[in-house]
């Protein structure tokens, strides 16, 4: 058995599951925070604004999915058929939403359940990039002298009022009440900075590249703690109208604030997802990184461009500096349209498929889930898929835990024979081991995962979870019905002498042979035509009566089995009775699933 060494997210949900270090963690933000309110009422306002226009976009995220009803994710499945409808995509959904961000890493999640393909990704990242220089432009429009209270407020009390009124306009009214939280935030933020007049940072004494690099510095870090572009620029906005920086540094955050939201979306993308979704967080990262350094090495033509532009149409800071983000981003784009089959190939190669063993790892070492982050859990379509997944792989490491409580090496049933030779002692009792350390926390993990998906009032995604927590509790089912079926393998198998040594030998033959079967029908492909008449016919085979009970008390009588001997048969021939009953029900779960969530 092959060890399975511990992921670097297994290692720091560790940490953070660590209660006191959790606590310790969050105790010093609050007090750091508390006592900084304390002293600027200024700071107290800013941050406040702030808080209101993340919790908006929070609102907003939750109330147009769960209002859209898994239609985002069938646009998102669509929008590959070609790169333009990817590109198109990634824009739109970025304006909707107003985060590239959460369209990203929804377009990680996607790519890691199988949905969408590497390149229509790379299309659709390359869209949301463009379509977060909306926000700019729409914050812009808003201005310093604008209110938006007048718009804000009754918009609120709309947003609750639906929400009362009827419960399916619930999800509409709670993303109405997310835009009136950023309108509010966005004065609330505003007012923080033009209360500030002692915080300056136009007349830095740095001056030149370094002055810019500072800054770009500034809008990195600023949007890795904020997990928000959007607000890294409101912030930016703000400031800019406020005179507190020039509009050189407000280019330079902006820079900045891009690579930040790329890296934020590689570091959960690398380390919750698989293998595609690891290739497109890197993806983003590395376009973020050369659209960054592409902006730096034009920055003289493309600030005087925009100075040039802006003395033509008469454009305020704000609306240059928003002039300047679509523009380095296109210049991105630009960049890598014509090479992005080529850039494909490449993280292809840089990050190849991982072998897909299914093989159980050492007993002293936990099994963690593969498929089950935390950001598959962004979109249902996309936890859905990573639950099968997760419960396909429990499927299988649940045959080879069959095979080994009756000492099959469980390689053998990806070999091509059905040829099986006789086991080798000593002979261990490891199924229950197994179990406690490998299969138990997986499913346990995989039961965690399904409560904590939302399918409020939707009847077709309760069904397909009920039909997910079957197949699972079946796999169970089946590997305890394995462990009480070792007892007598183990006694038996290592007394070659005994009567009934070729007995369970036969039963060990037709234990595999039932798996290879299983395993046979549990692959093909969802739309085979074969497929319903192969299942049904397997379910009938597993049902027949065998002619191990006849055969059995006819050796009693002729006095060549003493009655304990033939107990035992008789027991375990019910144990893999019920463990082919068991694959038969798995299959039939499996087959009744919905094709279009899964």
Not at 23 to 49: D, K, P, Q
Request: aromatic share 10%.
């Amino acid at each position: 058995m092959s060890t399975q060494k511990p992921t670097v997210s297994g290692l720091l949900t560790k940490l953070w599951q660590n209660k006191y270090i959790r606590h310790a963690i969050i105790v010093s933000i609050l007090a750091f925070l508390g006592y900084s309110f304390w002293f600027s009422e200024a700071w107290l306002t800013l941050c406040y604004g702030l808080a209101l226009f993340l919790f908006g976009m929070q609102c907003i995220e939750l109330g147009l999915q769960q209002a859209t009803g898994g239609t985002l994710e069938r646009l998102m499945a669509k929008s590959t058929q070609s790169p333009i409808k990817g590109f198109v995509f990634g824009m739109s959904a970025t304006f909707i939403l107003q985060s590239s961000t959460l369209v990203s890493l929804l377009t990680i999640a996607f790519l890691s359940s199988g949905m969408i393909g590497l390149a229509g990704g790379l299309s659709i990242i390359f869209g949301t990039n463009l379509g977060a220089t909306s926000g700019i432009w729409l914050l812009a429009f808003a201005g310093q002298s604008l209110s938006l209270n007048a718009f804000a407020l009754p918009m609120l009390v709309f947003g609750v009022l639906m929400g009362f009124l009827d419960k399916r306009l619930k999800p509409l009214g709670q993303a109405i009440i997310g835009i009136s939280l950023i309108f509010l935030g966005i004065d609330a933020i505003k007012d923080g900075f033009s209360s500030a007049n002692d915080i300056s940072f136009s007349e830095i004494n740095v001056h030149g590249f370094a002055e810019v690099l500072i800054f770009v510095v500034v809008g990195f870090l600023l949007t890795c703690v904020l997990q928000s572009s959007h607000a890294t620029l409101i912030l930016t906005l703000s400031a800019l109208a406020a005179g507190q920086i020039s509009i050189a540094q407000g280019f330079a955050i902006a820079i900045g604030s891009n690579l930040g939201s790329s890296a934020t979306t590689a570091l959960v993308g690398m380390l919750g997802s698989d293998r595609n979704g690891q290739r497109l967080a890197l993806a983003h990262l590395i376009f973020n990184a050369v659209t960054a350094l592409i902006s730096l090495l034009l920055w003289l033509p493309v600030t005087y461009g925009v100075a040039f532009l802006a003395n033509i149409m008469n454009l305020s800071e704000l609306f240059q500096l928003a002039l300047f983000h679509t523009i380095f981003n296109l210049l991105g784009v630009l960049a890598f349209w014509r090479y992005k089959e080529r850039f494909a190939d490449r993280l292809v190669r840089a990050l190849p498929e991982e072998a897909q063993g299914y093989s159980l790892p050492d007993t002293r070492t936990p099994l963690e889930p593969m498929y089950l982050a935390d950001n598959m859990l962004r979109a249902t379509d996309t936890a859905l898929r990573a639950a099968n997944q997760e419960i396909h792989r429990l499927t299988k490491l649940g045959i080879e835990l069959v095979c080994h409580a009756v000492y099959i090496p469980p390689d053998a049933l990806y070999r091509n024979t059905m040829h099986l030779t006789t086991p080798t002692e000593p002979l261990e009792k490891d199924v229950k081991t197994l179990y406690r350390w490998q299969i138990k926390p997986l499913h346990g993990a995989i039961v965690d995962f399904l409560g904590k998906m939302d399918i409020e009032n939707n009847p077709k995604l309760r069904d397909e979870m009920s039909r997910m927590h079957l197949r699972a509790f079946y796999v169970i089912e089946i590997i305890k019905d394995s462990k009480h079926l070792q007892k007598n393998m183990h006694k038996f198998l290592s007394e070659p002498d005994s009567a009934v040594y070729a007995d369970y030998l036969a039963l060990r033959q037709r234990v595999f042979e039932m798996l290879i079967d299983f395993l046979h029908h549990y692959e093909l492909p969802r739309d085979d035509e074969s497929r319903p008449v192969a299942i049904k016919s397997f379910i009938e085979r597993t049902e027949q009566e065998s002619d191990f009970h006849g055969i059995i008390f006819e050796r009693v009588r002729q006095g060549k089995l003493i009655g304990v001997q033939a107990s035992s048969l008789l027991n375990d021939i019910n144990y893999v009775q019920r463990i082919a009953s068991g694959l038969g029900e798995i299959l039939q779960a499996d087959e009744y699933a919905d094709d279009e969530l899964l």
